[in-house]
């Protein structure tokens, strides 16, 4: 069936792929892939997006190949789609007039941990799990975390979060220096090690959230944070919602310096029950989490069970062991596995959006409402400390009613969300998927954003299709 959401076009140059293939081949050899199944699978995979696959991938190994991928595409102007991990979510990966996908799988090195300036040097294709295996003996971690095993390339590339960006913020704050491919083959890094600087135009903010479509992120240095000498953290069930949302403004507000503070309705924990094997109470519940010194997090969480009491909350179930709240936390990474259990056989849509947290209940309440209205299975799950929340619709895919009835829905959340200062994603990305909200909230601000990719990628090799349309 057609899937309601219009995908940019992008023209198809056949010379330009048909000159550039065997080029790639005789460089690439067996690391130039063209079989249908790893193209496909380096195309979109996930949600109702169609694959668009692109016409080969290269596993690459270094900033060099990069580079000579770039040049060879450029001369042919053929596009050029960065491959991560592939969780991306709203078709970022896809080819819509072909390419070379480049994934990044084989690089995969930390280059330096440098453990005096809290910083860690790393190839683009290791992913969060790995780097905090890896440093697991050096009483440091990076704490940008979405819930899927995405790679620091995909996660600089979409401005990735997750649980932790409440208290440790998102890439944007976390990336020191990037080095990136542009898309006329120059090797630019953006930056030294300082932790600040006031030298010129920041080209790594720029890079990150660029989506590939302005330079192939090749190195990243990434700040590192100590392991917390106490953690404590829990459960807490709410009536409503919008109690659970209320709590969360005015622990915010209050200034409780709050490592993880995340919402789940009562179907999602439901999901987490079943899937988890967990015994939460299903309704509205908040899992959250302190950080700090043994004195601060006892003062943070006596903070919180105050704020929480005034909307009514239920016990709150502390989790003093690190063994159950890892068991917590691995519950709540593994949401859309839970959602997907919920009704076998349908297709998980995840979509998200984030408001001024003082709008949060409010924004949030409007979904609750409107999930009702439209009879949709759709859980909600989010990182609500930043005003960030997520739906996952689950659909019967050749339904064509609840499909359109679904597109509707997440229409209005992304306006509403936008209606109230603010994003129609606030870590999930554009890709395709979202490029239609662009206008509504950045209004002049994408004819500044077209400029920019214009002058930098004149020729519109780097993902073509994404974020903005080239004309
Ligand atoms: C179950 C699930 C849970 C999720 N939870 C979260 C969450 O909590 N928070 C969150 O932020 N996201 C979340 N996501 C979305 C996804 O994990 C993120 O967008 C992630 O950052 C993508 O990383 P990736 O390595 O998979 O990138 P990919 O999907 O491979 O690529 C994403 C984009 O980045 C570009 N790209 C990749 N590598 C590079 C590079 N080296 N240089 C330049 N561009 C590059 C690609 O071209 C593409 O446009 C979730 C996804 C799933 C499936």
Request: charged share 20%; glycine share 12%; hydrophobic share 40%.
């Amino acid at each position: 069936m057609t899937i309601p959401i219009a995908i940019e076009p992008v023209s198809r140059n056949d010379a330009g792929i048909a000159a550039a293939l065997p080029l790639l081949a005789r460089r690439f050899g067996e690391r130039f892939a063209q079989s249908e199944a790893v193209r496909q699978q380096h195309g979109h995979t996930l949600t109702w997006l169609t694959n668009q696959p692109p016409d080969g991938v290269v596993f690459v190994e270094s900033t060099e190949e990069v580079v000579d991928i770039v040049r060879i595409c450029g001369e042919h102007r053929v596009p050029i789609i960065p491959f991560g991990a592939g969780s991306s979510l709203e078709g970022h990966l896809n080819a819509p007039g072909g390419g070379i996908s480049i994934d990044f799988t084989h690089m995969k090195r930390v280059i330096a941990v440098h453990g005096e300036d809290l910083d860690c040097v790393i190839e683009p294709g290791i992913t969060h799990y790995e780097l905090n295996e890896y440093l697991r003996d050096t009483g440091l971690f990076f704490p940008i975390d979405p819930g899927a095993e995405a790679s620091l390339g995909g996660m600089a590339a979409t401005r990735a979060s997750g649980t932790n960006a409440v208290r440790y913020g998102t890439m944007r704050d976390n990336v020191i220096n990037l080095t990136a491919v542009m898309p006329d083959g120059s090797v630019v890094k953006t930056g030294n090690r300082a932790k600040k600087s006031s030298a010129g135009y920041d080209l790594a903010r720029l890079l990150i959230g660029s989506e590939g479509t302005l330079g192939v992120i090749t190195e990243l240095t990434l700040k590192l944070h100590g392991i917390p000498e106490a953690i404590s953290g829990g459960v807490c069930p709410f009536p409503t919602v919008e109690d659970a949302c209320n709590a969360v403004i005015m622990t915010i507000q209050s200034g409780i310096p709050v490592a993880r503070i995340e919402l789940l309705d009562a179907l999602q924990v439901k999901a987490c029950n079943a899937y988890s094997k967990l015994d939460l109470e299903e309704v509205p519940t908040l899992f959250v989490e302190f950080h700090g010194s043994p004195a601060s997090v006892a003062e943070q969480s006596e903070g919180f069970g105050h704020i929480a009491a005034e909307f009514g909350a239920g016990t709150f179930i502390w989790e003093t062991s690190a063994e159950a709240r890892n068991k917590l936390w691995k519950a709540r990474h593994d949401v859309y596995w839970a959602c997907v259990g919920l009704r076998p056989g349908a297709k998980a849509i995840a979509t998200d959006a984030c408001v001024p947290i003082s709008r949060l209940a409010e924004c949030v309440g409007e979904t609750v409402a409107d999930i009702e209205k439209t009879g949709l299975v759709a859980p909600i799950v989010g990182h609500v400390g930043d005003g960030n929340f997520h739906v996952t619709m689950l659909l019967d895919i050749g339904d064509a009613d609840e499909v359109e009835r679904a597109a509707g829905f997440v229409g209005r959340l992304n306006m509403r969300a936008i209606a109230m200062d603010g994003t129609c994603t606030g870590e999930h990305g554009v890709g395709q998927g979202k490029m239609k909200y662009l206008a509504a909230e950045h209004g002049a601000g994408v004819a500044v954003m077209r400029t920019i990719k214009r002058a930098i990628d004149p020729d519109n090799i780097m993902n073509p299709g994404k974020i903005i349309a080239a004309n």
